[in-house]
């Protein structure tokens, strides 16, 4: 992905995360408590029987539609990584990126205080 790729995916993480704001508390709980109770149900039925049962399939299209619907709202370690390779920072505080310029100093460059 190209670096204007990257500053999307942050868009859309950032416009994510204000849809998910604009919820109330008890909705916000609501789908979280979901969340986890299909992926529980789902890892369970899997694990357990290692068959998909017909009438489970809504709860995986159920499970998956709301996981897809509110997954860029943080970056993955490997979006962080990409970030950091394109010159870009995300802020957790605000929940925004930035561009960052290169340091003169790398890791590489450290010395020990006597």
């Known amino acids: 992905m190209e670096k204007q790729d990257w500053i999307n995916t942050i868009n859309q993480m950032q416009q994510a995360n204000a849809a998910y704001s604009a919820l109330t508390e008890k909705q916000r709980e ?20 290692d068959l998909q049962l017909s009438d489970c399939r809504a709860i995986d299209a159920s499970f998956w539609k709301m996981h897809h619907a509110f997954e860029h709202m943080e970056p993955t ?19 925004t990126w930035h561009e960052v310029e290169p340091s003169e100093k790398t890791v590489d460059d450290w010395e020990a205080v006597q």
């Not at 979901?34 to 357990?48: H, P, R, T, V, W």
């Not at 370690?77 to 929940?95: F, R």
């Open 77 to 95: 370690e490997y979006q962080l990584t990409q970030l950091d390779l394109h010159g870009l920072e995300w802020d957790y505080d605000t929940q």
């Open 30 to 49: 609501a789908i979280s408590a979901a969340l986890d109770a299909l992926k529980d149900a789902l890892y369970n039925l899997s694990e357990g029987f």
